[in-house]
Nanobody, 117 residues
Framework: QVQLVESGGGLVQAGGSLRLSCAAS????????MAWYRQAPGKQRELVAQ???????TYKDSVKGRFAISRDKAKNTVYLEMNSLRPEDTAVYYC???????????WGQGTQVTVSS
């Protein structure tokens, strides 16, 4: 089992910044991928950004150049730095951990990000 604890959501004006954190604990084996997904009301959950245990990153097109994902291996923590936030970034953001050995995946409880115009 892997436990994920998220923090850092909140309310921010358009153009502002927020930093999300997700700390993983438990049976963490490499290789793995840690990611941030988001789900807006009435919409499907979508991948925002992901980072592998080797440091390879992938971003949703609409956040490229504004968001940055990083991870601290020693702390088993992944971060999402979000800049130039837009109202359309408003959603519940979920941390995800994928263990590549057997494709088990785990989800955090979600953290609300609200961007006002």
């Amino acid at each position: 089992q892997v436990q994920l604890v998220e923090s850092g959501g909140g309310l921010v004006q358009a153009g502002g910044s927020l930093r999300l954190s997700c700390a993983a604990s438990g049976r963490i084996f490499t290789p793995n991928v840690m990611a941030w997904y988001r789900q807006a009301p009435g919409k499907q959950r979508e991948l925002v950004a992901q980072i592998s245990s080797t440091g390879s990153t992938t971003y949703k097109d609409s956040v490229k150049g504004r968001f940055a994902i990083s991870r601290d291996k020693a702390k088993n923590t992944v971060y999402l730095e979000m800049n130039s936030l837009r109202p359309e970034d408003t959603a519940v953001y979920y941390c995800n951990f994928l263990r590549m050995l057997n494709y088990d995946q785990y989800w955090g409880q979600g953290t609300q990000v609200t961007v006002s115009s």
